[in-house]
């Protein structure tokens, strides 16, 4: 799924997955091209750490989002409250076909929208 998403950043918005860490290189984000801000993380995270059971680890994308959004949201399946990022304007999208693409790039356009309308 994370395949898919940088293939639409892509071609809706010529945004290039940036891999800024070094110890962690499957970690990745996308920036507004115009202010360079990010609108999405997508990274892999151990499921411990989100709450999840499990072993081994999730792909999530995190996007931002209304607060208001946000507290209706996290209480839906495939939704976190955003991981590493303020939870109040950020949430986790689980990309194991828990959220449908198409959801889960609505919420990649809205957080794009959000990203370019900030200063």
């Known amino acids: 799924m994370r395949e898919k998403i940088f ?10 997955p940036e891999y800024l860490w070094k ?3 499957s970690s990745a984000v996308l920036r ?5 801000k990010w609108y999405a ?3 892999r995270v151990p ?23 946000i507290a209706q949201m996290v209480q839906a399946h495939g939704f976190l409250p955003g ?5 109040k304007y950020w949430i986790s999208l ?15 356009d809205r957080s794009y929208e959000l990203v370019d309308l900030s200063k």
């Open 47 to 69: 499921r411990t750490r989100l709450g999840l059971d499990g072993d081994g680890a999730a792909d999530v994308m995190n996007v931002k989002a209304d607060p208001d959004l």
């Open 32 to 36: 507004n091209a115009r202010n360079r």
């Open 23 to 25: 110890r962690d290189s």
């Open 94 to 108: 689980l990309l194991d076909e828990s959220v449908k693409m198409e959801t889960a790039l609505d919420f990649l």
């Open 7 to 16: 293939v639409y950043a892509r071609k809706k918005y010529g945004a290039k």
């Open 41 to 43: 993380v997508i990274m």
């Open 83 to 87: 991981y590493h990022m303020n939870k």
